[in-house]
């Protein structure tokens, strides 16, 4: 997809991997649209770095667990710029419990992660839909885990949201083809706030100095690494729908038991 002039709805996008995303196709010469639920000061400073690389942004508040915010939030986009081409599904929550303590997952836990990471995606892919069908193409882009294929992460609600929204993915891609590509991308540890503050500075300097050593690459993905990885199925991926990239440095090829120290 030729991205100059196209219009791309990042959920999610006043921090971490949204915001680097947001950014990345302001720079392509996309409008953008920056959603937040809380963090307004975090979202007006992204739309500003939009504007500052010479492309149109508009920032809009929604909670995607709520179906007509997600309604309201792709309206938005098509007031104010007369299309929608991209989706980036980026926004979630979790709640770290050990997966040990299942009674530590609480039904409100359990709805509010599957609300906010699944049925979001879902309800902003449906609204979008109609519009990218006007425009006569369109890709939808799920920010998952790698937890999704493994299981781990920091809940077992956590994986199970990222899991379903994988096998959604490939729902979507046969339903929407050939107008609206979709695919995902499943990080590993990404270096964000979110996790530093889901786990603690101490536990997340170990978490990153052990990737040195368990993983072939041998390193923590950035969140501007995601968001290349997102633009590029969007833009260059042209034969490419229902996949999920694994996105994690080679962490998903590595036993649960852990490996030998590399030299």
Known sequence: MELQGKTALVTGSSAGVGRATAIGFAERGCSVVVNYNRSHSEAEEVGELCRSKGAEAIVVQADVSVDADCRKLVQAAADKFGRLDILVNNAAVTKFVEHSNLEGLTEEIWMKILRTNLMGAFFCSRAAVPHM???GEGAIVNVVSIAGFTGGGSSIAYAAS???????????????GPTIRVNGVAPGAIDTRWIRNGVGEEAFDALRDSLRYTTPLQVIATPEDVADAVIWLVEGARMVTGETIKLDGGQHLMSDRGLKQRE
């Open 162 to 176: 990222k899991a379903a929204i994988i096998n959604m993915t490939k729902s979507l891609a046969r339903t929407l």
């Open 133 to 135: 069908q006007q425009a």
